[in-house]
Structure formats: C-alpha cells, structure tokens
C-alpha cells in the first residue's frame, strides 16, 4: 500500500503526513484539489462508459 500511497503523492493527489501515535506509526492521506479532480474525471469516464446517467 505504501507504494501505491507514494505514487498518489507524486502525482500531487494525496497528501501524506506521517507521525507516531501511542508508539505506533500513523499515516494520514488527505486527498488535494488536484485529486478530486481527477477522480471526478475518472468517475465521469466510469459512467459514460457504462452509459450510466448522472441524477
């Protein structure tokens, strides 16, 4: 998963931020502009292709 995480990161999707709580590693993904973009893109390309109309 950390790969997959890094690479959202590198393309500006997600930020990461990474800390310890109670002594265990805690990793936070916050999704950016730039992400929700294009997971909107994505979900559109979804639909069209699926010929599912948005309500």
Same mark, same amino acid.
């Given at each position: 998963?950390?790969?997959? /995480?890094?690479? !959202? ?10 800390? %310890?709580? $109670? $002594?265990?590693? !805690? ?8 992400? /929700?973009?294009? %997971? ?5 390309? !979804?639909?069209?292709? !699926? $010929?599912?109309?948005?309500?």
């Amino acid at each position: 998963m950390s790969v997959k /995480i890094q690479k !959202l990161k590198e393309a500006g999707y997600v930020e990461v931020e990474k800390k %310890f709580s $109670n $002594n265990y590693p !805690l990793t936070t993904c916050k999704i950016t502009p730039k992400g /929700i973009e294009a %997971f909107e893109a994505y979900v559109k390309v !979804l639909q069209e292709y !699926l $010929n599912v109309e948005k309500k």
